[in-house]
């Protein structure tokens, strides 16, 4: 069974960049579609953007201008950077396989990213 | 890319039956037959239930189901059971991206 693992830091300083990676273990990152989603606290779901693993992206237009979502084949690993977060950036983050590009078929743990100085 | 529509909280009894339903639009709910429901609990992460407007993956009870018509998708869990309480969410393919719905809560009486 695929199992994900977020890593990365737990606070960033506003204005910095936020960067998380996923650690893919249980099967191979060599297909299938691989997701970023985010939660603010005590809110909703909000798909960030996915990776093929030929390396092809897709983004949220409400976060595109910020986002870049990267594969290592070489390492099971894929990885999430967003730019000059802001406390409205603060939120769970959760890497996520696809059973197609049209769903989220397994899930991370999650890790809560908080902005702040 | 706007956020789907969901009721923010339905309840029922156990041992009844309750749908929550997901509205969108003809770019995403619509346009595809790719709606895709959600299972989260306080503090873990999401677990999909149904996929493809109406597929069950292995291992989930077939008490839950999925349907669409038109610009809205519904969720259907029948013969509700304590542990069904949770937080669900709907999602739809769009142009090349995923959209979520805002959540609805489901309280079991």
């Known amino acids: 069974q695929v199992q994900l693992q977020e890593s990365g830091p737990g606070l960033v300083k506003p204005s910095e960049t936020l960067s998380l990676t996923c650690t893919v273990s249980?099967?191979?990152?060599?297909?299938?579609?691989w997701s970023w989603i985010r939660q603010p606290p005590g809110k909703g779901l909000e798909w960030i953007g996915y990776i093929y693993y030929s390396g092809s992206t897709n983004y949220n237009p409400s976060l595109e201008s910020r986002v870049t979502i990267s594969v290592d084949t070489s390492k099971n690993q894929f990885s999430l950077n967003l730019s000059s977060v802001t406390a409205a950036d603060t939120a769970v983050y959760y890497c996520a396989r696809g059973g197609s590009r049209y769903y989220i078929q397994h899930w991370g743990q999650g890790t809560l990213v908080t902005v702040s100085s | 890319q706007s956020a789907l529509t969901q009721p923010a909280s339905v309840s029922g009894s156990p041992g009844q039956s309750i749908t929550i339903s997901c509205t969108g639009t003809s770019s995403d709910i619509g346009g595809y037959n790719y709606v895709s429901w959600y299972q989260q609990h306080p503090g873990k992460a999401p677990k999909l239930m149904i996929y493809?407007?109406?597929k069950r993956p292995s291992g989930v009870s077939n008490r839950f189901s999925g349907s669409k018509s038109g610009n809205t998708a519904s969720l259907t869990i029948s013969g509700l059971q304590a542990e069904d309480e949770a937080d669900y969410y709907c999602s739809s393919y769009t142009s090349s991206t995923l959209v979520f719905g805002g959540g609805t809560k489901l309280t079991v009486l």
């Open positions: 493809d407007v109406s």
């Open positions: 249980g099967g191979s990152i060599s297909s299938y579609y």
